[in-house]
């Protein structure tokens, strides 16, 4: 890839030093890098823009799992070929960062840069992309709903607290998935559509999900159940790793899927909500090539 990169950091992390000391490290050897700070809604998408537009093939997001969507989408909504993401985890979760294990010190991240991106895929669901995950139901409104000031003063288990508290609010819906092989319908609590692996704070929907192998995973939580158990296997990431706890899921793979519902629902891409009663989904196999360690989980 070109040495010319494009970095697009999160406002709140304007004042970081860490990073502007390791951009400055890169500077000095003679790389290209330039840096756009976003201010308000709508300026990550305008900064890909400028990026592409100047012939920058490499942006770097610096921010959290919603930066890391808002870039990664309007990269991929450009349509051009030959372009790498890089990423810097700065936000409260970081999930994707996370599965992927990338690095939290912001030298070690940008160092992935000497590395060889490598083609991974992307998904598009409706008229958006995303390169993590997709999640409906319960789970979604306990993600949207938990405060920043609870995020930043427990981090993910702030959403584990959330889903408690408004545990006697749990409502289902309902839907219809289906594809070439597989078809479900009925009621749910929550559903995961996993380029990635985990969302919301570290909910492991999608724990086997890798993002090289054509394929999102689907996890549906369905309603008829202990109430308290769909609680628990959607926010306890602990219970899921004892090797005697029995999932709850209904988990498939596809390439492509439809999802229909009687009445309007939320899917949440990253932080970013979509409302519709039928989302047509389809993977999009190598679209964006990514930075990542060589022993990155997400590669299969």
């Not at 709140?12 to 809604?41: F, I």
């Not at 995303?130 to 306990?142: D, H, L, Y």
């Not at 709903?145 to 981090?155: A, H, I």
């Not at 409502?171 to 749910?188: I, L, M, V």
Request: aromatic residues 8%; charged residues 25%.
């Amino acid at each position: 890839m070109s040495d010319r990169k494009f970095l697009i950091l999160h406002g709140k992390q304007a004042s970081n030093d860490a990073l502007r000391k390791a951009v400055q490290s890169r500077r000095d050897t003679g790389e290209d890098l330039a840096v756009r700070v976003t201010w308000e809604g709508g300026d990550a998408e305008r900064y890909v823009r400028e990026a592409l537009g100047s012939g920058y093939k490499t942006i770097i997001a610096a921010g959290g799992d919603g930066s890391i969507r808002d870039i990664a989408n309007a990269m991929i909504a450009s349509e051009k070929d030959d372009l790498a993401l890089a990423i810097v985890p700065l936000g409260t979760a970081n999930d994707f960062a996370t599965a992927a294990a990338i690095p939290e010190d912001e030298a070690d991240a940008l160092a992935l840069l000497d590395g060889e991106p490598i083609p991974c895929d992307a998904v598009k669901i409706n008229d958006q992309y995303f390169i993590n995950m997709a999640t409906g139901g319960f789970g979604t409104e306990v993600t949207t709903e938990t405060s920043e000031d609870l995020k930043k003063m427990l981090g993910g288990a702030a959403y584990f607290l959330t889903g408690l508290s408004k545990f006697t609010e749990i409502k289902a819906a309902s839907g219809t998935f289906t594809n070439n092989d597989f078809h479900w319908q009925g009621e749910f609590l929550a559903v995961g559509l996993g380029n990635g692996q985990q969302a919301g704070g570290g909910q492991r929907l999608c724990p086997d999900a890798v993002i090289n192998d054509g394929l999102i995973d689907v996890a549906i939580l369905p309603a008829d159940m202990d109430l308290l158990a769909g609680v628990r296997e959607l926010f306890d990431s602990e219970a899921r790793q004892d090797p005697d706890y029995e999932g709850l899921f209904i988990r498939h793979r596809v390439s492509t899927l439809t999802v229909e519902t009687p009445s309007p629902m939320h899917f949440n891409l990253d932080g970013e909500p979509i409302k519709d009663t039928r989302f047509e989904i389809k993977v999009l196999p190598g679209r964006l090539a990514l930075y990542l360690p060589g022993d990155c989980p997400l590669l299969g």
